[in-house]
């Protein structure tokens, strides 16, 4: 008897949902690019209990005849693909004629479709992946697909879903990206019969970036526009002052495709060059156009992912196209009129001998003006660490740590440097301390102590701050709420997605709430799930020192910066700040004399 046999239809189609289908979100991400395709101006998402009772998605597209409508629903049916040619050349966002069929097998799945030519619309009833009704209905031209009771029949599939609020942020996150590629779009969302967001279609797609990315980064983008030969560049970047923990806000597409790429990311962050500070990144929404056959989506069941033909080209050409946004920006005041104030950078040359896609010129090289040293050289500092286990250790015959000799507080302050850098010296050379980093430390541990105080320091506001966030992080705001009592906020739900601060702790007093508590929730998004007490109270502590602490830039006077000193020596790690930048650097009397050719 042979081994090896045919599966049935209903299973193959079942394996295949697990390839296309891993949770609602993927439903309707399927569903609404299908509705993309069919050239729909209007998308409206319907789901309830977070899409496991009910995910419909309704369109104004061209909608299908009654023969259509019936092949859609078999495996490997599309009008998308005509021949070969076409999969190494696709132009839609659907293609694979798989969707619909694997979604049928596991829900309880509905179809009501019209073009306008007919004078009636087609209604297909599916369960289980068997078709039980074909019949006509009065609908408006373009279709309505409704999935019900998604996984159904796959029990211990269906027990893999997360919560509801969980499964709704995974929606309204992909309808958001989708939203933000295509603005002329109009897309709703309703959940459990209430209208959640609604994105208008628009002809200003800055408008519809800010919508997605958030109002804060308003007047804090630079638009890039560059193109050259088959391959084009264009979209907004981030200023490197509006930086976030996470890749999450970067938004990439490809020939209008939303995709996930670590060489495009990998260019963008190369672009900003030394602007980032470590595990900080940008915002952006960025529009990659490459003839439709030099990049294969068909990569992944998911069509989240691409391979383009040249990766490392389209690495240079959005890197280049970054660094010259960036350097336009950077551009003092007084540079020439002619170039300071433009917003759109274009830059196009013809494509050249095994460069199909031409080249973008990069921006102007800034040379470095280096002061000359011993044998041509520039001193730089030692960087010394704590010799407690928390960074580098110092290598052998390294000096020791400061204050296993001396205190902060012994040092001779000399001045401040550029309102940033505090300047002293010892007997045994120079110590430059950045105040910010300093200040952050102490008040990281000042908050760490008093994190398990019976009554937190508090400061009521007297006109209270308004938080609106997102779905997911609204759900992860609302469990942090304990949390956060604990030290000093005051936070209450004040409606579906948006929270009231009546109080901020002590540190934080005359200082806006908002920023913080958006700053912990993308952190928090980051890591993908809610943290234990300890982690939620490390990142809160580790904020709230980052926004309280003194800043760069700011004048100090000499008492001030004496008693910064002071609090440093209470420390119990003075090395780095909590988010392991160096506080110090020192320059020992022999390192100097031998820079300066003195030994």
């Given at each position: 008897?042979?081994?090896?046999?045919?599966?049935?239809?209903?299973?193959?189609?079942?394996?295949?949902?697990?390839?296309?289908?891993?949770?609602?979100?993927?439903?309707?991400?399927?569903?609404?690019?299908?509705?993309?395709?069919?050239?729909?101006?209007?998308?409206?998402?319907?789901?309830?209990?977070?899409?496991?009772?009910?995910?419909?998605?309704?369109?104004?597209?061209?909608?299908?005849?009654?023969?259509?409508?019936?092949?859609?629903?078999?495996?490997?049916?599309?009008?998308?693909?005509?021949?070969?040619?076409?999969?190494?050349?696709?132009?839609?966002?659907?293609?694979?004629?798989?969707?619909?069929?694997?979604?049928?097998?596991?829900?309880?799945?509905?179809?009501?479709?019209?073009?306008?030519?007919?004078?009636?619309?087609?209604?297909?009833?599916?369960?289980?992946?068997?078709?039980?009704?074909v019949a006509q209905a009065g609908a408006p031209p373009g279709?309505?697909?409704?999935?019900?009771?998604?996984?159904?029949?796959?029990?211990?599939?269906?027990?893999?879903?997360?919560?509801?609020?969980?499964?709704?942020?995974?929606?309204?996150?992909?309808?958001?990206?989708?939203?933000?590629?295509?603005?002329?779009?109009?897309?709703?969302?309703?959940?459990?019969?209430?209208?959640?967001?609604?994105?208008?279609?628009?002809?200003?797609?800055?408008?519809?970036?800010?919508?997605?990315?958030?109002?804060?980064?308003?007047?804090?983008?630079?638009?890039?526009?560059?193109?050259?030969?088959?391959?084009?560049?264009?979209?907004?970047?981030?200023?490197?002052?509006?930086?976030?923990?996470?890749?999450?806000?970067?938004?990439?597409?490809?020939?209008?495709?939303?995709?996930?790429?670590?060489?495009?990311?990998?260019?963008?962050?190369?672009?900003?060059?030394?602007?980032?500070?470590?595990?900080?990144?940008?915002?952006?929404?960025?529009?990659?156009?490459?003839?439709?056959?030099?990049?294969?989506?068909?990569?992944?069941?998911?069509?989240?992912?691409?391979?383009?033909?040249?990766?490392?080209?389209?690495?240079e050409a959005v890197k280049r196209a970054a660094a010259a946004?960036?350097?336009?920006?950077?551009?003092?005041?007084?540079?020439?009129?002619?170039?300071?104030?433009?917003?759109?950078?274009?830059?196009?040359?013809?494509?050249?001998?095994?460069?199909?896609?031409?080249?973008?010129?990069?921006?102007?090289?800034?040379?470095?003006?280096?002061?000359?040293?011993?044998?041509?050289?520039?001193?730089?500092?030692?960087?010394?660490?704590?010799?407690?286990?928390?960074?580098?250790?110092?290598?052998?015959?390294?000096?020791?740590?400061?204050?296993?000799?001396?205190?902060?507080?012994?040092?001779?302050?000399?001045?401040?440097?550029?309102?940033?850098?505090?300047?002293?010296?010892d007997e045994k050379g120079l110590v430059l301390i950045d105040?910010?980093?300093?200040?952050?430390?102490?008040?990281?541990?000042?908050?760490?102590?008093?994190?398990?105080?019976?009554?937190?320091?508090?400061?009521?506001?007297?006109?209270?701050?308004?938080?609106?966030?997102?779905?997911?992080?609204?759900?992860?705001?609302?469990?942090?709420?304990?949390?956060?009592?604990?030290?000093?906020?005051?936070?209450?739900?004040?409606?579906?997605?948006?929270?009231?601060?009546?109080?901020?702790?002590?540190?934080?007093?005359?200082?806006?709430?908002?920023?913080?508590?958006?700053?912990?929730?993308?952190?928090?998004?980051?890591?993908?799930?809610?943290?234990?007490?300890?982690?939620?109270?490390?990142?809160?502590?580790?904020?709230?020192?980052?926004?309280?602490?003194?800043?760069?830039?700011?004048?100090?006077?000499?008492?001030?910066?004496?008693?910064?000193?002071?609090?440093?020596?209470?420390?119990?790690?003075?090395?780095?700040?909590?988010?392991?930048?160096?506080?110090?650097?020192?320059?020992?009397?022999?390192?100097?004399?031998?820079?300066?050719?003195?030994?």
């Amino acid at each position: 008897m042979s081994e090896i046999r045919i599966l049935p239809e209903i299973l193959s189609n079942k394996i295949a949902a697990g390839e296309v289908v891993e949770r609602p979100a993927s439903v309707v991400k399927e569903l609404v690019e299908n509705a993309l395709d069919a050239k729909s101006t209007r998308i409206q998402v319907e789901v309830e209990n977070g899409g496991k009772s009910l995910i419909r998605v309704s369109d104004d597209g061209s909608g299908m005849g009654p023969d259509d409508a019936l092949l859609a629903l078999e495996r490997y049916a599309t009008s998308k693909i005509s021949g070969e040619q076409d999969l190494f050349s696709i132009q839609t966002l659907g293609f694979r004629g798989e969707a619909l069929p694997s979604i049928a097998a596991v829900s309880k799945f509905s179809l009501i479709s019209r073009r306008r030519s007919d004078p009636a619309g087609a209604e297909i009833t599916v369960q289980g992946g068997k078709i039980l009704k074909v019949a006509q209905a009065g609908a408006p031209p373009g279709t309505m697909v409704a999935v019900n009771q998604l996984f159904y029949n796959m029990p211990a599939r269906r027990k893999f879903l997360k919560a509801t609020a969980t499964e709704m942020g995974h929606i309204t996150d992909v309808l958001a990206r989708m939203a933000l590629g295509r603005p002329e779009v109009q897309f709703k969302l309703v959940h459990n019969q209430r209208v959640v967001k609604n994105w208008t279609p628009t002809d200003r797609p800055l408008d519809r970036v800010l919508e997605i990315l958030g109002s804060e980064f308003a007047g804090r983008l630079c638009r890039i526009d560059a193109a050259g030969g088959d391959l084009a560049v264009s979209g907004w970047i981030s200023s490197p002052r509006v930086t976030r923990s996470g890749s999450a806000g970067i938004h990439i597409y490809v020939n209008g495709r939303y995709v996930r790429d670590r060489v495009i990311v990998h260019g963008l962050l190369e672009g900003y060059g030394g602007r980032l500070m470590k595990n900080r990144f940008p915002a952006a929404a960025l529009f990659i156009t490459v003839r439709f056959d030099q990049v294969d989506v068909n990569v992944h069941p998911t069509k989240n992912e691409v391979r383009f033909a040249e990766p490392q080209q389209v690495h240079e050409a959005v890197k280049r196209a970054a660094a010259a946004a960036l350097d336009l920006q950077d551009r003092p005041p007084w540079a020439s009129a002619g170039s300071a104030g433009k917003e759109v950078l274009r830059v196009s040359e013809p494509a050249g001998p095994g460069n199909r896609f031409g080249a973008l010129r990069p921006a102007p090289e800034k040379k470095a003006v280096q002061k000359p040293g011993p044998a041509g050289t520039l001193p730089a500092p030692e960087r010394l660490f704590a010799a407690d286990g928390s960074g580098e250790r110092p290598g052998p015959g390294a000096q020791q740590p400061l204050w296993e000799t001396r205190r902060f507080s012994d040092l001779t302050i000399i001045g401040q440097v550029h309102d940033s850098y505090i300047f002293c010296q010892d007997e045994k050379g120079l110590v430059l301390i950045d105040q910010h980093a300093a200040h952050e430390r102490i008040c990281f541990e000042r908050l760490k102590k008093r994190g398990t105080a019976t009554v937190p320091e508090r400061q009521g506001l007297l006109i209270p701050e308004t938080l609106e966030l997102g779905h997911g992080q609204a759900h992860m705001l609302a469990k942090l709420i304990p949390e956060l009592a604990r030290l000093g906020f005051e936070i209450d739900c004040f409606g579906q997605n948006t929270f009231r601060v009546a109080a901020v702790p002590g540190l934080l007093s005359g200082r806006p709430a908002a920023p913080v508590l958006m700053e912990l929730m993308e952190e928090m998004a980051a890591s993908g799930v809610v943290p234990d007490t300890k982690k939620a109270a490390d990142a809160c502590w580790t904020i709230m020192a980052c926004h309280s602490a003194i800043r760069a830039g700011q004048p100090l006077e000499p008492g001030q910066m004496r008693q910064l000193l002071l609090q440093l020596d209470a420390c119990d790690n003075p090395s780095c700040c909590p988010h392991g930048r160096p506080v110090w650097l020192r320059w020992t009397k022999g390192f100097l004399e031998k820079a300066f050719a003195r030994k």
